[in-house]
Protein backbone atom coordinates (compact mmCIF):
# COMPACT_ATOMS: atom_id res chain seq x y z
CA UNK A 1 0.00 0.00 0.00
CA UNK A 2 1.27 3.34 -1.08
CA UNK A 3 1.59 5.06 2.60
CA UNK A 4 4.39 4.81 4.88
CA UNK A 5 2.14 4.42 8.03
CA UNK A 6 -0.96 2.42 8.10
CA UNK A 7 -3.34 2.71 11.47
CA UNK A 8 -4.68 -0.86 10.48
CA UNK A 9 -1.17 -2.59 10.22
CA UNK A 10 -1.43 -3.50 6.99
CA UNK A 11 1.79 -4.09 5.05
CA UNK A 12 3.13 -0.43 3.48
CA UNK A 13 5.61 0.46 1.18
CA UNK A 14 8.11 0.94 4.23
CA UNK A 15 8.10 -2.38 4.76
CA UNK A 16 9.94 -3.00 1.30
CA UNK A 17 12.70 -0.56 2.61
CA UNK A 18 14.12 -1.68 5.61
CA UNK A 19 17.58 -0.34 6.06
CA UNK A 20 17.38 2.16 3.38
CA UNK A 21 19.06 4.99 4.77
CA UNK A 22 17.55 8.11 3.06
CA UNK A 23 13.96 9.38 3.69
CA UNK A 24 12.26 8.94 0.53
CA UNK A 25 8.19 9.44 -0.61
CA UNK A 26 6.39 7.59 -2.84
CA UNK A 27 4.98 9.65 -6.03
CA UNK A 28 1.57 9.28 -6.45
CA UNK A 29 -0.17 6.52 -5.13
CA UNK A 30 -1.61 3.03 -5.09
CA UNK A 31 -4.37 1.60 -3.17
CA UNK A 32 -4.17 -1.52 -1.33
CA UNK A 33 -5.99 -3.49 -3.95
CA UNK A 34 -4.07 -2.12 -6.92
CA UNK A 35 -0.06 -2.93 -7.98
CA UNK A 36 2.58 -1.98 -10.20
CA UNK A 37 5.37 1.09 -11.10
CA UNK A 38 5.74 2.94 -8.00
CA UNK A 39 8.48 5.62 -8.14
CA UNK A 40 10.16 6.73 -4.71
CA UNK A 41 12.32 9.81 -4.55
CA UNK A 42 13.63 12.37 -1.80
CA UNK A 43 12.97 15.15 -5.12
CA UNK A 44 10.21 17.15 -3.79
CA UNK A 45 9.91 19.16 -6.95
CA UNK A 46 10.39 16.47 -8.70
CA UNK A 47 7.48 14.83 -7.08
CA UNK A 48 5.74 17.63 -7.27
CA UNK A 49 5.73 18.19 -11.28
CA UNK A 50 5.37 14.22 -11.61
CA UNK A 51 1.76 14.23 -10.08
CA UNK A 52 0.50 17.97 -10.98
CA UNK A 53 -2.07 17.64 -13.66
CA UNK A 54 0.04 20.46 -15.12
CA UNK A 55 2.62 18.86 -16.19
CA UNK A 56 0.90 16.08 -18.49
CA UNK A 57 2.69 13.42 -17.33
CA UNK A 58 1.00 10.26 -18.55
CA UNK A 59 0.39 6.85 -16.08
CA UNK A 60 -0.87 3.68 -17.94
CA UNK A 61 -2.69 0.91 -16.35
CA UNK A 62 -3.77 -2.46 -17.66
CA UNK A 63 -7.19 -3.12 -15.92
CA UNK A 64 -9.26 -6.71 -15.77
CA UNK A 65 -13.17 -5.43 -15.85
CA UNK A 66 -15.89 -7.73 -15.42
CA UNK A 67 -17.98 -6.91 -18.29
CA UNK A 68 -17.42 -5.88 -21.55
CA UNK A 69 -16.99 -2.40 -22.06
CA UNK A 70 -19.80 -1.67 -24.61
CA UNK A 71 -18.45 1.26 -27.32
CA UNK A 72 -20.26 3.61 -25.32
CA UNK A 73 -18.76 2.96 -22.03
CA UNK A 74 -15.39 3.41 -23.61
CA UNK A 75 -16.16 6.91 -25.43
CA UNK A 76 -17.17 7.89 -22.27
CA UNK A 77 -13.98 7.05 -20.42
CA UNK A 78 -12.46 8.54 -23.42
CA UNK A 79 -13.82 11.89 -23.12
CA UNK A 80 -13.96 12.04 -19.23
CA UNK A 81 -16.36 10.99 -16.80
CA UNK A 82 -17.96 13.17 -13.85
CA UNK A 83 -16.71 12.23 -10.57
CA UNK A 84 -17.76 13.81 -7.09
CA UNK A 85 -14.78 16.17 -7.50
CA UNK A 86 -14.92 17.38 -11.09
CA UNK A 87 -14.70 15.81 -14.52
CA UNK A 88 -11.88 13.93 -15.77
CA UNK A 89 -9.47 14.68 -18.18
CA UNK A 90 -10.00 12.75 -21.13
CA UNK A 91 -8.27 9.03 -21.07
CA UNK A 92 -6.47 6.98 -23.74
CA UNK A 93 -8.68 3.77 -23.41
CA UNK A 94 -7.39 0.43 -25.54
CA UNK A 95 -9.41 -3.24 -25.70
CA UNK A 96 -6.10 -5.26 -25.11
CA UNK A 97 -8.37 -8.61 -24.67
CA UNK A 98 -12.46 -9.87 -24.79
CA UNK A 99 -13.26 -12.95 -22.86
CA UNK A 100 -16.87 -13.87 -22.33
CA UNK A 101 -17.70 -11.86 -19.11
CA UNK A 102 -14.63 -10.05 -18.35
CA UNK A 103 -11.75 -7.94 -20.27
CA UNK A 104 -8.64 -6.48 -19.88
CA UNK A 105 -8.15 -2.67 -20.74
CA UNK A 106 -4.91 -0.56 -21.19
CA UNK A 107 -6.00 2.76 -19.74
CA UNK A 108 -3.73 6.02 -19.88
CA UNK A 109 -4.36 9.05 -17.63
CA UNK A 110 -2.80 12.56 -17.14
CA UNK A 111 -4.10 13.31 -13.90
CA UNK A 112 -4.07 11.23 -10.28
CA UNK A 113 -7.54 11.95 -8.74
CA UNK A 114 -8.10 9.22 -5.34
CA UNK A 115 -9.04 5.72 -7.05
CA UNK A 116 -9.64 7.65 -10.56
CA UNK A 117 -8.97 4.42 -12.78
CA UNK A 118 -11.49 2.38 -10.50
CA UNK A 119 -14.29 5.01 -10.02
CA UNK A 120 -14.22 6.48 -13.97
CA UNK A 121 -14.69 2.39 -14.50
CA UNK A 122 -17.58 2.32 -11.95
CA UNK A 123 -19.21 5.31 -13.43
CA UNK A 124 -19.38 3.16 -16.54
CA UNK A 125 -20.66 0.41 -15.24
CA UNK A 126 -17.25 -2.14 -15.01
CA UNK A 127 -16.33 -3.33 -11.63
CA UNK A 128 -12.43 -3.14 -12.19
CA UNK A 129 -10.81 -6.52 -10.61
CA UNK A 130 -7.26 -5.99 -11.01
CA UNK A 131 -5.28 -2.63 -11.78
CA UNK A 132 -1.58 -2.55 -12.44
CA UNK A 133 0.20 0.89 -13.49
CA UNK A 134 2.67 -0.13 -16.25
CA UNK A 135 3.96 3.06 -17.39
CA UNK A 136 4.71 6.23 -15.25
CA UNK A 137 6.18 8.73 -17.80
CA UNK A 138 9.02 7.56 -19.57
CA UNK A 139 9.43 4.77 -17.17
CA UNK A 140 7.84 1.42 -18.13
CA UNK A 141 7.50 -1.36 -15.66
CA UNK A 142 8.93 -4.13 -17.35
CA UNK A 143 9.67 -7.78 -15.52
CA UNK A 144 9.96 -6.01 -11.96
CA UNK A 145 8.26 -8.48 -9.78
CA UNK A 146 5.57 -7.19 -7.12
CA UNK A 147 7.45 -5.96 -3.92
CA UNK A 148 10.74 -5.84 -6.02
CA UNK A 149 12.32 -2.49 -6.05
CA UNK A 150 15.55 -0.97 -7.90
CA UNK A 151 17.39 2.30 -8.47
CA UNK A 152 17.17 4.58 -11.48
CA UNK A 153 18.98 4.53 -13.96
CA UNK A 154 20.86 8.17 -15.07
CA UNK A 155 19.39 8.19 -18.49
CA UNK A 156 15.92 7.11 -16.43
CA UNK A 157 16.10 9.94 -14.44
CA UNK A 158 17.36 12.18 -16.96
CA UNK A 159 14.37 11.31 -19.24
CA UNK A 160 11.48 11.68 -15.86
CA UNK A 161 13.04 15.46 -15.38
CA UNK A 162 13.37 16.13 -18.91
CA UNK A 163 9.55 15.32 -19.16
CA UNK A 164 8.44 17.68 -16.19
CA UNK A 165 10.64 20.85 -17.78
CA UNK A 166 13.55 19.96 -15.29
CA UNK A 167 17.45 19.94 -16.52
CA UNK A 168 18.41 16.35 -16.76
Same mark, same amino acid.
Given at each position: ??????? +????????????????????????????????????? *?????????????????????????????? *??????????????????????????????? @????????????????????????????? +????????????????????? @?????????????
Amino acid at each position: MTTLSDP +QGRPTIRDLLPGFKRRVFPVGRLDFHSAGLLLLTNDG *ELALRLTHPRYGVRKVYRVKVKGVPTPEAL *EQLQRGVHLAEGRTQPAIVRVLERQDRKAWL @EITIAEGKQRQVRRMCEHVGLFVEKLVRT +QLGPLRLGKLATGQARPLTPD @ELAKLRRAVGMRP
